[in-house]
């Protein structure tokens, strides 16, 4: 006898409500529940979030001869700065005032080219130099503050000389010289940080012997002067976010700012941002994610911006980057680790210790 076919059988359809209610009140129930279980509910959002400025005492000031000679006050309240907001001021550092003012004054130079000119020099991916402007919102463009970006670049000083031939020369000789001038400080302070770093590896003591530090990168700002309160509060609302999120384009390990006569400096890091009124012919020393990273994140990282306030003229402050060279042993914190496993690769190994085991055990049993 031939099996029976199993009989396959859909399943029966939903019953229908009794005869006392039609389908269309049927409908109009189904159509009160989707109303009701579909409903999006009404949702309160957030203000929008803004971080709060925190003003925070002025950091120390830190005299250049005492901190090179080590004194012992001197180290502990740099590192005791650099520990809690990433900064500290230092003065009697040598260069004198007015040669800085004379730079600064040459460097207003550039921001009076034709627009024209500057869209010849913009800074790109491809080119990390050259202007880039700094805006408020669309509204506040015409009042926005401008940046460029200034290296010790062929390409660059090519460029420049094309759209600025008789002032740029004499500019970039005096910017080589500060430079190299705050490039040799930047090595000292380097130097005393790392000597002085509690988290020192057992290679600590061979490392950073005054290493050269490789060509800065100079961030020139130009503040526009007469920006209504307003104004003003909607350009550093942008400062603060793109410093926040943004941050900075180049990897370094100390930033020095020379930024005289500004009323505020303000500190952006992940955590916060806090402001301070810097002292006169001081210069702001902030660290880099550089320094951040071989002290193990005892040193903080964070970026800093002078903000000119009630300026009835542009002002010019200067941020010079500095950065250790890249196979520098400079690193104080990172030992010799040993070469560690995945967990990916611990599992492909124990299937193949599995596999191997049983694969003994057959052939002892059969042989």
């Given at each position: 006898?031939?099996?029976?076919?199993?009989?396959?059988?859909?399943?029966?359809?939903?019953?229908?409500?009794?005869?006392?209610?039609?389908?269309?009140?049927?409908?109009?129930?189904?159509?009160?529940?989707?109303?009701?279980?579909?409903?999006?509910?009404?949702?309160?959002?957030?203000?929008?979030?803004?971080?709060?400025?925190?003003?925070?005492?002025?950091?120390?000031?830190?005299?250049?001869?005492?901190?090179?000679?080590?004194?012992?006050?001197?180290?502990?309240?740099?590192?005791?700065?650099?520990?809690?907001?990433?900064?500290?001021?230092?003065?009697?550092?040598?260069?004198?005032?007015?040669?800085?003012?004379?730079?600064?004054?040459?460097?207003?130079?550039?921001?009076?080219?034709?627009?024209?000119?500057?869209?010849?020099?913009?800074?790109?991916?491809?080119?990390?130099?050259?202007?880039?402007?700094?805006?408020?919102?669309?509204?506040?463009?015409?009042?926005?503050?401008?940046?460029?970006?200034?290296?010790e670049d062929k390409s660059l000083k090519l460029d420049m000389e094309?759209?600025?031939?008789?002032?740029?020369?004499?500019?970039?000789?005096?910017?080589?010289?500060?430079?190299?001038?705050?490039?040799?400080?930047?090595?000292?302070?380097?130097?005393?940080?790392?000597?002085?770093?509690?988290?020192?590896?057992?290679?600590?003591?061979?490392?950073?012997?005054?290493?050269?530090?490789?060509?800065?990168?100079?961030?020139?700002?130009?503040?526009?002067?007469?920006?209504?309160?307003?104004?003003?509060?909607?350009?550093?609302?942008?400062?603060?976010?793109?410093?926040?999120?943004?941050?900075?384009?180049?990897?370094?390990?100390?930033?020095?700012?020379?930024?005289?006569?500004?009323?505020?400096?303000?500190?952006?890091?992940?955590?916060?941002?806090?402001?301070?009124?810097?002292?006169?012919?001081?210069?702001?020393?902030?660290?880099?994610?550089?320094?951040?990273?071989?002290?193990?994140?005892?040193?903080?990282?964070?970026?800093?911006?002078?903000?000119?306030?009630?300026?009835?003229?542009?002002?010019?402050?200067?941020?010079?980057?500095?950065?250790?060279?890249?196979?520098?042993?400079?690193?104080?914190?990172?030992?010799?680790?040993?070469?560690?496993?995945?967990?990916?690769?611990?599992?492909?190994?124990?299937?193949?210790?599995?596999?191997?085991?049983?694969?003994?055990?057959?052939?002892?049993?059969?042989?």
């Amino acid at each position: 006898m031939p099996e029976n076919p199993i009989e396959s059988r859909a399943p029966p359809p939903s019953p229908i409500a009794s005869g006392r209610r039609s389908s269309v009140t049927n409908d109009e129930v189904l159509t009160e529940f989707l109303e009701h279980s579909l409903r999006v509910p009404d949702l309160i959002l957030p203000d929008n979030f803004f971080p709060k400025q925190k003003v925070v005492e002025t950091p120390p000031r830190i005299d250049c001869q005492s901190l090179n000679s080590n004194e012992s006050n001197s180290v502990l309240r740099t590192l005791d700065s650099i520990a809690r907001i990433g900064c500290f001021q230092l003065v009697n550092f040598g260069i004198p005032s007015e040669f800085i003012k004379l730079v600064s004054v040459m460097a207003a130079g550039i921001f009076q080219l034709p627009s024209e000119k500057k869209a010849a020099v913009m800074k790109s991916p491809e080119k990390p130099y050259g202007f880039e402007e700094v805006h408020g919102d669309h509204e506040a463009e015409n009042e926005s503050s401008e940046e460029f970006v200034w290296c010790e670049d062929k390409s660059l000083k090519l460029d420049m000389e094309g759209i600025w031939p008789t002032g740029y020369l004499n500019f970039s000789e005096k910017m080589e010289t500060l430079s190299s001038d705050l490039g040799n400080l930047a090595a000292k302070i380097l130097q005393v940080l790392q000597e002085n770093c509690p988290r020192k590896s057992k290679h600590g003591n061979d490392m950073m012997q005054k290493q050269d530090l490789i060509s800065p990168v100079c961030c020139l700002y130009k503040h526009t002067r007469g920006i209504p309160t307003d104004r003003c509060a909607i350009s550093m609302g942008y400062d603060v976010f793109r410093m926040l999120i943004r941050g900075t384009d180049n990897s370094h390990a100390l930033c020095l700012h020379l930024c005289d006569g500004s009323s505020q400096f303000h500190v952006y890091s992940k955590k916060g941002w806090v402001s301070f009124c810097p002292d006169k012919d001081a210069l702001i020393v902030t660290v880099g994610d550089q320094t951040q990273a071989w002290s193990g994140g005892l040193y903080k990282h964070v970026l800093g911006r002078a903000v000119f306030k009630g300026e009835d003229e542009d002002r010019i402050s200067m941020a010079f980057l500095y950065s250790s060279p890249p196979n520098s042993t400079i690193c104080c914190s990172k030992t010799k680790k040993g070469k560690t496993l995945s967990l990916g690769q611990q599992a492909i190994l124990a299937i193949i210790s599995t596999l191997v085991y049983h694969v003994l055990v057959y052939f002892y049993k059969r042989f």
